[in-house]
């Protein structure tokens, strides 16, 4: 099974050999934890939960540290599940890191957009506001006209 957790560090550049800067996301991969495998005879379906980002065992739910201290596990942050084929032999307590991949392999990664609540049109989307002079108090960040009133009539 080729599956591994992580969490976006930051964006940083590569420079390719014609010079070009190519933008680029640090992710801290794994390591992670196998904390169950589901079976077809007892759960319906083949998958297994892996978890990632040891924490302080006091930011767990009581169920979620006893799901975990049943195979000696560390207190994990993010518990995940995946489906795999049926002919993956995957232990509980097991332990993946990044070296399940080789260098210049594809993989696919699925994330979470960070939420920004209930943003102005200047965040949401990127209007530049009014003036901050000539007698605006208070239309710094409001958005003003944003469409045509007659030809194309439409935003």
């Known amino acids: 099974m080729k599956a591994i957790l992580g969490r976006k560090v930051g964006m940083t550049q590569i420079f390719n050999e014609d010079g070009e800067a190519i933008p680029v ?4 991969a794994g ?10 005879e007892r759960d319906g379906y083949e998958a297994v939960q892996l978890g990632f980002e040891e ?3 006091q930011r767990l739910s009581g169920g979620e540290k006893g799901h975990l201290t049943r195979n000696q596990l560390p207190a994990l942050r993010h518990l995940r599940e995946f489906r795999m084929r049926k002919d993956e032999e ?3 307590g097991q332990r993946f890191l990044v070296d399940v991949f ?12 960070k939420g920004r ?3 102005g049109v200047m ?9 901050i002079t000539h007698g605006q108090s208070d239309r710094q960040r ?14």
Do not use: M, W
Not at 25 to 28: A, G, H, N, Y
Not at 123 to 131: A, C, L, S, T, V
């Open 90 to 92: 995957i232990e509980e």
């Open 25 to 28: 996301t640090v992710i801290e």
């Open 142 to 155: 409001a958005p003003g006209s944003i469409g045509a009133c007659a030809y194309p009539g439409r935003v």
């Open 55 to 57: 924490v302080k065992p």
């Open 123 to 131: 965040k949401r989307h990127g209007f530049g506001g009014g003036p």
């Open 102 to 113: 080789e260098v210049g392999e594809r993989v696919d990664v699925v994330g979470v957009s």
């Open 117 to 119: 609540g209930f943003a």
């Open 31 to 40: 390591p992670c934890y196998v904390t169950q495998v589901n079976t077809l």
